[in-house]
């Protein structure tokens, strides 16, 4: 059961409780950008699955 509502937005569950805090989301969301322009899509995929890991989330 979700702690926070999802918020109506398109993206991941992930975004969608960011979106409870607009300013959250959007600081998210410019990291997120850098971060694409700056890595691989190879890596970054790695990052996920990595963080998901370590915080033991279903990918």
């Known amino acids: 059961m979700a702690r926070l509502p999802e918020v109506n937005v398109e ?6 409780a960011l979106a409870n805090a607009p300013e959250i989301l959007d600081a998210f969301q410019q990291m997120d950008n850098a ?5 691989e899509p190879e ?7 990595r963080s998901a ?5 279903d990918y």
Not at 11 to 16: E, R, V, Y
Not at 43 to 49: N, Q
Request: proline residues 4%; contains cysteine.
């Open 11 to 16: 993206g991941t569950p992930f975004k969608k």
């Open 35 to 39: 971060l694409n322009n700056i890595l």
């Open 43 to 49: 890596l970054m995929e790695m990052l996920r699955l």
């Open 53 to 57: 890991s370590n915080n033991g989330c």
